[in-house]
């Protein structure tokens, strides 16, 4: 599937504009107090829903070149604030210890609070910022316009890879050996990622989002022909691939008002590789969300 042609998408939000005219105005930058630190945010554009973008894993969009001019182009539609979590770009260093999607949900929500920037958000997750983005909906329901969950970590994934890696065997692939010792760590030691993420935990704490109701949510998943762990013989990978795609499809199930596009070609680097494709898949969700208003 792809994405809604810009062309259509601008045309439709063109004609809603007037009902859908926003208290946030221009361009708004800054850090932010939670509770004794800082959290940064970069605002621009005018319109509701304020669209939000977690990035992934170590990413700071607000000073990423590629969120960026995603950005640029959605503000040209609706307000648009790129975060970055606790520890990274301009954003105060988090409390030292193990931290959650719950708490990355929480600076968010404090974050945009102290911002006075109002709500509800439309929420775009890219890979881990994707569980964030969940655990964020579930938390914050009243403050939540929607998803756009963009090649995002599904709360089942590590599991079911490891699940789907052939045995430990004498001999066997350096790829697999490699991907299950990352997989496990993964799991169960927050120290083996820069942001000292407790997956095991942010996954349970994501699966407490049952359903959206029919708030819109827009899946936009990396090409099918992508790898996910390099190096694999083709069987394995393709396996993994297999279930990654129905792990993506499975969001569908969160919203009445789901949409799921899939990339041509892009891997799960999809706002670099894709820029065009992420930017549709934001603008489709935010005609969905207007038309609820």
Not at 272 to 281: G, I, M, Q
Request: charged share 15%; proline share 7%.
């Amino acid at each position: 599937m792809r994405a809604f042609p810009i062309c259509f998408i601008l045309a439709a939000l063109a004609a809603g504009a007037a009902a859908a005219e926003s208290r946030n105005t221009g361009t708004l930058k800054g850090d932010f107090d939670v509770g004794g630190r800082t959290i940064h945010l970069s605002c621009e554009g005018t319109g509701n829903p304020v669209v939000v973008v977690d990035a992934g894993m170590g990413t700071a969009p607000a000073e990423d070149p590629g969120w960026q001019r995603i950005a640029h182009k959605v503000a040209t539609v609706t307000t648009v604030c790129l975060y970055d979590r606790a520890g990274l770009g301009a954003s105060a260093k988090p409390p030292a210890g193990p931290r959650t999607s719950a708490d990355s949900a929480n600076d968010l929500h404090a974050a945009l609070l102290a911002a006075h920037v109002p709500g509800p958000y439309l929420l775009v997750g890219h890979s881990i910022g994707g569980l964030h983005a969940q655990v964020f909906a579930s938390r914050y329901p009243a403050d939540t316009a929607g998803l756009v969950l963009v090649s995002s970590t599904h709360p089942d994934q590590t599991r079911t890879w490891l699940s789907l890696l052939p045995s430990p065997a004498p001999g066997e692939e350096k790829a697999v050996s490699e991907a299950r010792a990352f997989l496990t760590g993964l799991a169960s030691d927050p120290t083996k990622n820069e942001e000292m993420l407790d997956f095991s935990t942010s996954a349970k704490q994501a699966k407490e989002l049952h359903s959206l109701g029919a708030k819109p949510v827009v899946v936009a998943t990396h090409s099918p022909r992508f790898r996910m762990v390099p190096g694999l013989s083709e069987p394995i990978a393709v396996k993994l691939e297999d279930a990654t795609q129905r792990m993506q499809k499975e969001f569908l199930s969160l919203s009445s008002n789901s949409h799921q596009n899939i990339a041509a070609t892009a891997g799960h680097g999809l706002p670099h590789e894709a820029p065009d494709f992420v930017v549709d898949n934001i603008l489709q969700a935010v005609t969905l969300a207007r038309s609820g208003y």
